[in-house]
């Protein structure tokens, strides 16, 4: 199939990849270069670096409406687009071009989950499972006809970085079967229940933020719903603390002293006190600080009985 992909970070590079191996990528249109650094150097985005490695041609618009961007890429004669976490929304005129018009890879088990940052709110809520869909994109937000999921379990310690790295390696496999199946006619797209769609917003500051007086199952479900990015986070010391890993604690645990107090347990444990149990914290970064498991972070600040996270 003759494609034309939209995509920009490192999911999107990775899905290009291995459809370049089964497919002729036509071209490739990224978000455009970000400067970054002190020095403001440019920096190019990760499909666009993988776009330029395969050796693809890469259009940047600021905007899909821009004159001329369309008629640009109708000399590629593309038979379907393909987007993943392109960035920006792409106009009728443009996704409903292609013979087969043009899917979507969404990481979740729509319509659950539509919006920003599926990944990250599966796991905040404690998922058992969530999953991969590929979509046709319309006018609704993630709200297109359905062409193939996959489900993906989840255990109760996986993290987003752990979850993203196997979007990367089904991503490719799930929509190269919906571009085969879509152009043998072997798949047809079903509409979504509207009946059963959950949103989900983007991950902000105040949600970043612990609130300790939420339960250690909660704030561990947090923590790894939010690493690597943003990252939950906490104040202690009158400073900003990332928690990076935790685990809910048990065992002979210390009696209660609050919500947020810190425990030196065993000599060597880092607890926090939750509004239902102890959290063990295994990984954490003071301000302007590396990250250190739990026993460096006793032994460098010198808890006390009295310091609490909050």
Known sequence: ???GFFGTPEV?????AGLAGEHEIRFVVTAPDKEAGRNLHIRY???KKEALRIGLSVLQPGSLKEPGFFEAILKYDADIFVV???GNLIPRFVFDHPPLKTVNLHPSLLPKYRGAAPIQWALIHGETETGITVQLINEKLDAGDIIVQEVVPLD??????DLWEVIYSKGPHLLNRAIT???SGHLRPVPQDESRATYCGKIDRAIAMIDWGKSSREIHNLVRGLNPKPVAFTMFRGEQIKIW???PADGDLPKGAGEGAIVRHQKKR???????GFLEILSIQPANRKVMDGLSFINGYRITESDRFG
Do not use: H, W
Request: with cysteine.
């Open 1 to 3: 199939m003759k494609i």
């Open 245 to 247: 890993k935790t685990v």
């Open 156 to 161: 109760a310690d996986q993290t987003s970085a």
């Open 84 to 86: 993943v976490a392109y």
């Open 12 to 16: 999107a590079a990775r899905c290009l």
């Open 270 to 276: 880092l607890l926090a006190e939750t509004g239902s």
């Open 181 to 183: 199946g879509l152009a």
């Open 45 to 47: 985005c990760p499909a």
